[in-house]
């Protein structure tokens, strides 16, 4: 029994170890970096990618609550200007501040150094709705797009 119960709790810390540092993509094509209780937010190679030339980001303010699925910061390219979504509800913990000056880091190194906010979650259950690479990959190949 004893043998039984250390098993599950080894088991609950290694998926809440492997959510914590874990990166999520929504179908609106912005990934989530997970680490802990907060998150960065930025969007996906494929959205730089189908936004072209990106020229300025409209970021939130620190402090700054949203809800999932609320519109969080936008980004305008040469082509057309694209909003990004709060994939989590959370508050708002830094914005990166290079964007400002420097934009086209998105179109350089979009789900790196070109990270756009970060949040304290509120509700890790957010998590539960978002897709994991492969599942992102696999919805990428389908027209659902």
């Not at 039984?4 to 609950?12: G, I, K, T």
């Not at 680490?35 to 730089?48: H, N, P, W």
């Not at 880091?105 to 756009?116: K, L, Q, R, V």
Request: negative net charge.
């Amino acid at each position: 029994m004893a043998l039984q119960l250390a098993s599950r709790v080894c088991s609950r810390q290694f998926l809440a170890c492997s959510r914590a540092l874990s990166m999520y993509y929504t179908p609106t094509h912005e990934w989530v970096s997970v680490d802990g209780s907060k998150c960065k937010v930025g969007i996906t190679d494929y959205a730089q990618s189908a936004l072209g030339d990106v020229v300025y980001v409209q970021l939130p303010d620190v402090g700054e609550e949203f809800e999932k699925e609320e519109e969080l910061a936008s980004v305008e390219s040469v082509k057309a200007v694209g909003e990004i979504m709060a994939p989590v509800g959370g508050i708002v913990t830094a914005v990166n501040e290079m964007l400002e000056s420097e934009p086209g880091t998105i179109n350089s190194h979009p789900e790196s150094d070109a990270w756009m906010i970060e949040m304290e979650i509120n509700d890790t259950a957010d998590l539960e709705e978002l897709m994991d690479k492969s599942a992102y990959e696999t919805f990428l190949e389908t027209d659902d797009h």
